[in-house]
């Protein structure tokens, strides 16, 4: 939002340097990012707090001047030599500029036109460069004829990039006045909080000044002045859904022209970011900026010729099926069902509360205008420009919630300009529809209650003078004060809500710095642990500390998106999403039921960027529930791997790729750090993962989750640079029911260990686990640790079978371990295992 210096100064006398007003504007919420200086001094400074840019009119080098005639160029039919008189005496200035073609050969000008005019030596910006490139005037010949100075245009003064022409001003520019002190200004820049809309105006801006520097508002007030023939009987109204369009009013002028706006209105316009149309186009954006209403005028004599020469009926209401509208932009729109809209007898006229319709425009021949001013749901014109892609400066007022009091103010302040700048009388009264009145909230507040919330004291009176200035109705009775918020504000929420909000007005106006720190004075809650949000945070520390690294994903997606983890001949049972009503993209249209899809999205962004990627995501998944609104949302984690085992360094040179072991050996670090003991993995099928290279992680028979590596022709619907990816999807809800509450400690052994190896031979068959298992079982207590080290295939040990080698430690916590006794335990060992597995010692 820019709000325009001049233009504030309008409703409150602004003393204070340009610096001491961002930081106000900044304090009271309305964050300053840039001041644009339009002829003004750049404040004095090293170490200024806001950012400046523009251009400074030096006062003997910019003036108002008059052009006296207009002299035809000697040697050039595209220029002319204008007489020009600055008030010091008469110059020569050459132009090209077209709008000064029409006085070329008149002869002395009866009305000279009133021109900014740059001397010698100015410092301006260059008309004909790209973009905003500074310049010195210097003397010189054009066409054999000497210019040493200039009528400028608007970009060679750092106003607009308009440059087609020079400034007009209006007539009574009086002439050798310093150009700064006739029309200098500055422009800040400032963000406007959502719910804070009531500031993005000129009036709500210099009402949050007014309040912070104890200054007297100057408020908008306009009764109808009108002298035309009663609107009555000329148009009427019908609000369809009250709740979708609370008021709706309508003005009339007749006999109105569309001219060109004064300059002055022209250039406020251009300062605040809006493009001067015509007088009455102006006025309807002029009044949208100085008080915050959106309006928008009809060409009255079209809609009569719509209504069949009968009154123009106005109707709000929801679009029809297969309903269209072009819009002012010349696009024709396809309307959703919830699409509120202004229409008559015939059929749309305008996107309630976005954009009006392109049929009932206003044009250089319309001379009776119909006025709107109107509310409208804030939800509901949120919904339509999403829908629609449209970004408006009225739909982006409307979607934050205006109140309904505005649209009358609007109208009466509106219909005043249009009779100002384009001629007309207006009708006496107004079209008023008010179906659902506004209730401005009622509210006490203590001065217990603002000491205790904000911490300082301040007396009944004080907060009362606080939330007057902003207009609040206040009433003092001992030391609580009744407030009615004020008919501007609909941020203000009923019950504990409002008095949260009032505590936020007293804070803002009573200065932030004012509060002084203090200790909390309740007692403090009993701290109490949230375990689900501990272990989430032991499993990402673990991960991470395995060198893995954390992505954090939208939670919207599309089903179209999710079905790729599956191969694309793959019949895939049909998924009940949830999805969401007002979506942002078509793209984000739903809640995502599979987390790995979400991994593998990122995963193939940025694959071709790294030679290693190791990610994983922590994130609940969305299931819809029977019978019960909300859905069920468990949490799970998200593991992908691709590219290198080992990164590549000056020492080292490796291109071995990632394998479903990388993987495993991954989980198995995990559940060892989270002290998870009894994991067993099944090779199961699964259609996202390669077959025989898939596991079903158990522990206790319930079932973990799956690992492996993608199926190929998954994969083939990603862009992964053939290169082999490794994923896995763990439920951390059951994961978590095996971490231990608490980790029994044990001593460091004191007496050596006992270190030998054992080879078997077994069927291809038996998961090496499954052998571990049963070593662990016949080992005892005395056997601490069984470690796989090698597995051999070939002729020696025959067909269909492989060696397992392990490194078995056996050790007692009380004693020396005898070659006898590790004998027995050996013997228990082999005995076990050729009978559970009918295993076989290798002997070579």
Not at 284 to 295: A, S, V
Not at 590 to 619: C, D, H, P, Y
Request: with cysteine; hydrophobic share 40%; aromatic share 6%.
């Amino acid at each position: 939002m820019n709000l325009v210096l001049s233009w504030m100064k309008d409703f409150v006398d602004i003393e204070l340097s340009l610096e001491e007003l961002a930081k106000i504007l900044t304090m009271a919420g309305l964050e300053v990012e840039e001041v644009h200086l339009i002829g003004l001094q750049k404040p004095k400074g090293n170490h200024l707090e806001n950012v400046y840019s523009g251009l400074t009119w030096e006062r003997d080098k910019f003036v108002v001047a008059q052009v006296e005639e207009v002299i035809p160029h000697p040697n050039a039919d595209r220029l002319v030599l204008c007489r020009l008189n600055d008030s010091t005496k008469e110059h020569i200035v050459l132009t090209g500029a077209p709008n000064l073609f029409k006085f070329k050969g008149k002869g002395a000008l009866e009305m000279p036109p009133k021109v900014a005019y740059a001397r010698e030596g100015a410092q301006i910006f260059d008309g004909h460069k790209t973009g905003f490139v500074k310049t010195t005037l210097k003397r010189m010949k054009i066409r054999g004829v000497e210019s040493a100075s200039m009528i400028c245009s608007e970009k060679e003064l750092g106003i607009s990039a308009e440059h087609e022409g020079i400034i007009i001003l209006d007539k009574d520019a009086p002439t050798g006045i310093p150009l700064v002190d006739y029309m200098g200004d500055a422009v800040f820049e400032v963000a406007i909080l959502p719910n804070m809309i009531h500031t993005a105006c000129m009036l709500g801006a210099a009402r949050e000044i007014a309040a912070a520097t104890n200054k007297p508002l100057r408020k908008s007030t306009q009764k109808l002045s009108g002298t035309g023939p009663s609107i009555q009987g000329n148009v009427n109204i019908q609000v369809t859904d009250a709740a979708l369009n609370p008021r709706f009013v309508l003005g009339l002028v007749r006999g109105a022209e569309a001219k060109t706006s004064p300059y002055w209105a022209q250039l406020r316009l251009r300062l605040a970011g809006v493009r001067p149309i015509n007088s009455i186009v102006d006025a309807t954006n002029y009044i949208m900026l100085e008080i915050g209403e959106p309006l928008h005028a009809f060409d009255y004599d079209i809609l009569v010729k719509r209504a069949g020469s009968q009154t123009p009926k106005i109707i709000t209401r929801a679009a029809k099926d297969d309903e269209k509208l072009t819009t002012l932009d010349e696009v024709d729109r396809s309307l959703d069902n919830f699409t509120i809209l202004v229409t008559d007898t015939t059929g749309p006229l305008a996107l309630a509360g976005v954009m009006g319709g392109l049929e009932s425009e206003v044009t250089e021949k319309t001379r009776n205008i119909l006025l709107e001013g109107a509310t409208w749901n804030f939800i509901n014109t949120r919904r339509t420009v999403a829908a629609q892609r449209l970004q408006t400066e009225a739909g982006y007022r409307f979607s934050r919630n205006l109140h309904p009091a505005l649209a009358e103010l609007g109208v009466r302040l509106c219909l005043s300009r249009i009779a100002e700048w384009s001629g007309g009388k207006i009708a006496k009264d107004l079209v008023d529809a008010y179906p659902q009145p506004f209730q401005d909230p009622i509210l006490d507040i203590s001065e217990q209650e603002v000491q205790r919330s904000l911490g300082t004291t301040l007396a009944a009176s004080e907060i009362k003078n606080l939330l007057s200035q902003l207009e609040f109705e206040c009433n003092v009775d001992g030391d609580v004060v009744h407030t009615k918020a004020p008919s501007y504000r609909t941020d203000i929420g009923q019950g504990i809500t409002g008095k949260a909000d009032l505590m936020e007005e007293i804070a803002r106006l009573h200065g932030y710095n004012k509060i002084p720190a203090s200790r909390l004075a309740d007692t403090l809650p009993p701290q109490r642990s949230n375990l689900i949000e501990e272990r989430e945070q032991r499993v990402k520390d673990i991960l991470v500390s395995l060198g893995l690294q954390e992505i954090i994903n939208y939670r919207l997606t599309s089903p179209e998106e999710e079905q790729r983890i599956y191969p694309a001949n793959y019949a895939v049972k049909p998924i009940t999403y949830i999805e969401l009503q007002n979506p942002i993209s078509h793209d984000r249209r739903v809640l995502r039921s599979n987390l790995l899809a979400s991994i593998l999205q990122i995963l193939e962004k940025n694959i071709r960027l790294r030679e290693r990627l190791m990610l994983f995501e922590v994130g609940p998944i969305f299931l819809p529930q029977q019978r019960l609104e909300l859905p069920e949302e468990p949490v799970h984690l998200a593991i992908a791997l691709a590219g290198l085992r080992q990164l590549t360094a000056w020492d080292q040179k490796t291109t071995e790729i990632m394998d479903f072991f990388d993987m495993k050996g991954i989980l198995e670090a995990l559940f060892t750090a989270l002290h998870i003991t009894g994991v067993t993995y099944k090779v199961i099928e699964n259609p996202s993962f390669h077959p025989g290279k898939c596991t079903q992680i158990m522990v206790d028979g319930k079932n973990l989750g799956v690992c492996g590596e993608l199926h190929p022709n998954v994969c083939d619907n990603y862009d992964f640079q053939n290169v082999p990816v490794l994923a896995a999807d763990l439920d951390m809800e059951a994961m978590a029911c095996f971490i231990p509450e608490s980790i029994p400690s044990k001593a460091v052994p004191i007496y050596p260990p006992v270190l030998e190896d054992l080879a078997i031979i077994v069927s291809e068959e038996t998961p090496s686990a499954q052998v571990a298992d049963v070593i662990h079982q016949a080992g005892g207590n005395l056997l601490s640790e069984v470690r796989l080290f090698d597995v051999f295939h070939g002729k020696q040990v025959g067909v269909g079978k492989k060696s397992l080698a392990y490194s078995l430690t056996y050790q007692a916590d009380d004693r020396t371990l005898t070659d006898k006794q590790v004998s027995r335990v050996r013997t228990r060992i082999i005995k076990k295992l050729e009978e559970q597995l009918d295993a076989k010692i290798r002997s070579q």
